[in-house]
């Protein structure tokens, strides 16, 4: 090695200040997975023993329960919506170990967490190179609200995402290889059981596939060959969901699932004034929602800078253009294919691409700003803030801890109902008919008789105002959250009631006043409140 080569290295400061730049060689993933795992741990203690929520006491806890019990890869006490069935498999196994108990799932979840987290350390080493970025770009993501919620919830976008990112790790190319020069299929294992886990997750592979085939049209035969290769290779995670979609049609008749869940996550999303505004809504999640405008802001503005040079007159590590030019695509695509499918509009099924968005942004911090880890330290306070205090706007309570007020406060009510009234026929709308009629779920020991709504707006209790006799008790409680209203609106009234369930619940005195009840309990926990009223209804008995 010639003297000034040797000397440069030795001045480097990778070399010369090893510990704050490790590399993987240096520190193995298998000493940084248990760190990782162990945070969360702590961070979700108060979380673990938390009943099921939502979509999870709706599918993918009765789906798990199902094969659970019966080994049927097909639910059979809720209906099939033909969603993969990893993610139940997996949760099976840890029951069929550890016991039936939500404190087993959320930890079982946990792991799958950590583990999405690892391989956004490992993707952060190859793509910048730096431990300090990597380090940085973990915690970010681990703070970041909607993340941080789903790292205990139940849902395959979880699993989905954490495979993907896996994925990332040999799909993306790094600064000192060529697209495509590397294996690539381990790529196409982790895509493969990302669309086994979540059918969506089949869109990022596919977009990565495209974006070779439109790479290859500029590139001599050779490389052309090469990008032809790497998009068969992203294809082939196409067989196992194509083998999935085949058993399910031949065991229900049913490709896509039950008819109803198709037509509200697929069909019924194609118009056009729809797709344009859920779009907008997407952008606002990928680059705005729960605080993450802090971090993207910043990187806007450190973009105007030049790149800061140490006294060799050396920059640090950017990510190559290549990887760049793939995360944008991604991005990208994934906002635009979310903006079609999906009747609601969730930011989990965007969770693989918010470590994409912090990458970039603490990548960005580190090249063009002197002080950069004090940007990062404001992002990760602003990530904090956003856990517990709500944005002015509509959202949905799993983006936050919001969701375990709302488990807190229906486990509250549903103490109420049992103590005071055991035995009685409840009217009440959804996820609390599940909780009351499902005791696998947490909420009661026995399941009760229940009348069911789809909400609580001024229709639906006129509705249940002309069968009183079908009900002696009712548990009401807030189905959407509704902040102050902002001065202007991010998006029209009128769109968001026709194509994204906007409603406005009665509140609890209207409704004891259409129905002729009494309120013997409320609470209201914040955005959240939740009520029991009895009737005192007048039955006519006959003799048969």
């Not at 097909?74 to 939500?102: E, R």
């Not at 294996?183 to 086994?196: D, E, G, H, T, Y």
């Not at 019924?268 to 997407?282: K, Q």
Request: hydrophobic content about 50%; aromatic content about 14%; overall charge positive.
């Amino acid at each position: 090695m010639p003297e000034g080569s040797r000397l440069r290295r030795l001045l480097n400061p990778r070399v010369a200040f090893g510990p704050l730049y490790l590399t993987d060689a240096q520190l193995p993933l298998w000493m940084i997975f248990p760190v990782i795992f162990a945070a969360l741990y702590l961070t979700h203690w108060s979380l673990l023993r938390l009943p099921y929520y939502w979509d999870e006491a709706g599918y993918y806890i009765p789906a798990a329960w199902d094969f659970f019990r019966t080994g049927s890869l097909i639910p059979i006490t809720t209906i099939s919506n033909a969603h993969p069935p990893l993610p139940s498999v997996y949760l099976a196994l840890w029951w069929k170990v550890c016991g039936f108990h939500p404190e087993v799932t959320r930890e079982a979840v946990l792991m799958v967490a950590a583990a999405g987290l690892l391989a956004v350390w490992r993707l952060a080493m190859r793509l910048n190179g730096s431990s300090l970025v990597a380090f940085w770009t973990v915690l970010l993501t681990a703070l970041y609200p909607i993340w941080f919620a789903q790292s205990t919830l139940a849902h395959a976008d979880i699993f989905a995402a954490a495979a993907t990112l896996w994925a990332f790790v040999y799909a993306l190319p790094d600064a000192t290889r060529l697209p495509g020069n590397h294996k690539v299929w381990p790529a196409a294992v982790w895509f493969s059981v990302a669309v086994l886990a979540k059918e969506t997750a089949i869109i990022t592979p596919l977009a990565l596939a495209a974006f070779e085939l439109g790479v290859a049209f500029r590139k001599p035969a050779a490389i052309r060959r090469r990008s032809y290769q790497l998009a068969a290779c992203y294809s082939v995670c196409l067989l196992p969901l194509a083998a999935w979609y085949g058993y399910h049609y031949a065991k229900t008749g049913f490709l896509f699932g039950n008819p109803e869940f198709l037509r509200y996550n697929a069909t019924s999303t194609l118009e056009p004034l729809r797709i344009l505004a859920a779009f907008g809504h997407r952008l606002l999640h990928l680059f705005a929602h729960m605080n993450m405008f802090v971090p993207v802001l910043c990187t806007a503005a450190a973009m105007v800078l030049d790149p800061v040079k140490d006294p060799r007159g050396e920059t640090p590590a950017r990510i190559s253009f290549p990887a760049q030019t793939r995360i944008y695509a991604l991005l990208l695509v994934n906002a635009l294919a979310f903006s079609v499918l999906g009747g609601a509009l969730l930011t989990r099924y965007l969770l693989p691409m918010y470590p994409l968005v912090l990458l970039v942004a603490v990548s960005t911090f580190h090249r063009r700003t002197r002080y950069w880890q004090l940007l990062t330290a404001f992002s990760a306070a602003a990530f904090v803030v956003a856990l517990f205090i709500n944005p002015p706007y509509g959202f949905a309570p799993e983006d936050n801890l919001t969701y375990a007020q709302v488990i807190r406060l229906h486990q509250q009510a549903i103490r109420q109902l049992t103590g005071r009234y055991p035995g009685s026929t409840v009217l009440t709308a959804w996820p609390v008919s599940d909780e009351l009629t499902r005791p696998e779920l947490g909420y009661v020991k026995a399941p009760y008789d229940v009348d069911r709504l789809e909400d609580f707006t001024a229709a639906q209790i006129v509705k249940a105002a002309q069968t009183p006799a079908d009900y002696s008790t009712a548990l009401v409680f807030s189905t959407k959250e509704e902040p102050a209203a902002l001065p202007f609106h991010l998006d029209s009234p009128a769109v968001e009631q026709k194509y994204f369930g906007l409603h406005h619940d009665l509140s609890p005195i209207e409704i004891a006043s259409s129905l002729n009840g009494e309120i013997v309990w409320q609470h209201t926990d914040g955005l959240e409140w939740a009520a029991l009223i009895r009737f005192n209804h007048a039955v006519e008995a006959r003799l048969r």
